[in-house]
């Protein structure tokens, strides 16, 4: 009976003493809120919303929301990035990577059960992201580049599963539905309520429909998919894409996307470049540079009427 209780004790005394160094290891970040022009907020599991500061670490499981005329650079722990446009709401669905994990001291001694320990080492890196509301441009790390699969976007009418780094998504807001370009590859009695874009300036993405309806995108490429599901090819970049501030803003983001998961330095060099771009662009100073979204119209997008016959590639 004694060996009983001794044995009780020391069990719940080891898992005292694993629960803070469990909470510590949980609270490795996922990335950190490196650039932040206006206000945003941010949600936590466990945690009520409230405001971002540059600097703050954001954890994987985070709701991200930016509000009106603001913008919010999110660097991740793999060298990847996302860059929040204004009035986006944007959720770390599930972020791993093994290399963050480094931050946290190791006990002396494995004190968790081995089987455990086990499991979470070979659960696999992941980046499993979801886009709420608004819009972002995202520029891919180490985790993608890695396993391709590992990577993906979430919307509620379409998935983003990537081949490449660099790459927007945006839900269509009543700018979106007004654009003239997405409006003249749109069939005659199709509406764009509920519906998201989604183009590539550099690498590749495959565009899922919530009805299993897929599109391949290269570069300088967009597709507008409906709340059906239905998917159709625009034979130009979005205006609401191009002329905001964004694009401007997003420079810095396309410049380094090529270097995003190549290493520490080129992952350092990224946040430089977009720190610089988007500084002096959020001020007024006006950027001579290239931007991949004032690139060439994509000449092997189908024409309305071809996207009608052959819309769901």
Do not use: W
Not at 42 to 61: E, N, Q
């Amino acid at each position: 009976m004694r060996l009983l209780r001794f044995s009780t004790f020391a069990s719940a005394f080891v898992l005292a003493l694993l629960a803070p160094l469990a909470a510590f290891a949980q609270a490795a970040p996922a990335g950190t809120v490196t650039l932040l022009n206006g206000q945003a907020q941010v949600t936590g599991a466990t945690v009520p919303a409230h405001a971002l500061a540059k600097g703050d670490p954001v954890y994987s499981g985070d709701v991200v929301e930016t509000l009106g005329s603001s913008y919010a650079l999110i660097r991740f722990t793999d060298q990847g990035s996302v860059l929040l446009r204004p009035n986006t709401r944007f959720q770390l669905e599930k972020y791993k990577y093994k290399a963050a994990a480094t931050a946290a001291p190791a006990p002396a001694a494995p004190l968790a059960p081995l089987q455990t320990a086990a499991a979470a080492a070979d659960e696999p890196d992941s980046n499993f992201f979801r886009l709420l509301k608004g819009s972002l441009r995202a520029v891919s790390g180490l985790v993608a580049h890695a396993d391709y699969s590992h990577y993906v976007l979430s919307t509620p009418v379409a998935t983003m599963g990537i081949r490449g780094t660099d790459f927007v998504v945006a839900l269509c807001d009543a700018v979106c539905q007004n654009d003239p370009t997405v409006l003249q590859n749109l069939p005659q009695g199709e509406t764009l309520e509920g519906a998201v874009i989604s183009g590539v300036n550099q690498g590749q993405i495959v565009v899922t429909s919530s009805t299993g309806s897929t599109t391949t995108l290269g570069v300088n490429q967009y597709v507008v998919t409906l709340a059906d599901g239905t998917q159709y090819l625009l034979n130009g970049v979005p205006v609401f894409l191009s002329t905001d501030a964004a694009a401007v803003v997003e420079t810095g983001v396309a410049a380094g996307s090529s270097l995003a998961a190549s290493s520490s330095a080129a992952g350092n060099l990224l946040v430089d470049v977009v720190a610089a771009a988007t500084t002096a662009a959020l001020i007024g100073i006006l950027i001579t540079a290239t931007d991949d979204n004032h690139g060439p119209t994509c000449t092997s997008c189908n024409a309305p009427a071809a996207a009608a016959a052959g819309h769901g590639h």
